[in-house]
C-alpha cells in the first residue's frame, strides 16, 4: 500500500443533484420538452420523403391523399407517437440518411412550399372572384 492511500482521506466526489424546474411553471404559458415539440417535425418530414419517393416511382397514379391515408395506418398519426423519437430518427436515418437537423429542415422547407401553395391558390381564387365581379 502506498503511503498516500494510507493516510490520505479519501476524496469523495459531490456533485449536487440537480431538481428539475416542474414543467408546470409556467402556466398557460409552459413549454413542451423538445422531444415534444420535435416529434411532429420528423414525423411530417418522413411523411413528405416518403411521399416524395412514392410520388417519384408512381408518378400518374400517385395520389397524396391515399398516400397520406396509409401513412397513417402504418405509422399512426402524429398525437398518437405510436413510434418514438428515436425509432422515427433510426427510420429517416436507415431510409433517407438523414438525421434530427435534415429532418427539421425538410420540415422547414415543406411548410414553405405548403404556404407559397396556398397563397397562389388563394390569389388564383381572388383574382378568379374579381373577374367574376366586375361582368356588367
Known amino acids: 500500500m502506498k503511503f498516500t492511500e494510507q493516510f490520505m482521506p479519501s476524496r469523495k466526489s459531490s456533485t449536487p443533484t440537480i431538481q428539475p424546474i416542474d414543467g408546470s411553471i409556467l402556466g398557460e404559458y409552459a413549454v413542451s420538452n423538445y422531444s415534444e415539440r420535435v ?23 400517385f395520389d397524396w391523399d391515399e398516400f397520406k391515408e396509409r401513412f397513417t395506418t402504418d405509422f399512426g398519426n402524429v398525437e ?19 438525421s434530427l437537423e ?35
Open 39 to 61: 416529434y411532429s417535425k420528423v414525423y411530417y418530414s418522413i411523411r413528405s420523403l416518403c411521399g416524395l419517393v412514392a410520388k417519384r416511382s408512381l408518378k400518374e397514379t
Open 80 to 98: 398518437e407517437k405510436r413510434y418514438t423519437l428515436e425509432q422515427l430518427l433510426e427510420y429517416a436515418n436507415r431510409k433517407f440518411g438523414k
Open 102 to 136: 435534415d429532418l427539421i429542415v425538410q420540415n422547414q422547407i415543406s411548410w414553405q412550399r405548403r404556404q407559397e401553395y396556398a397563397e397562389r391558390n388563394q390569389m388564383h381564387y381572388q383574382s378568379e372572384t374579381i373577374e367574376d365581379s366586375t361582368h356588367y
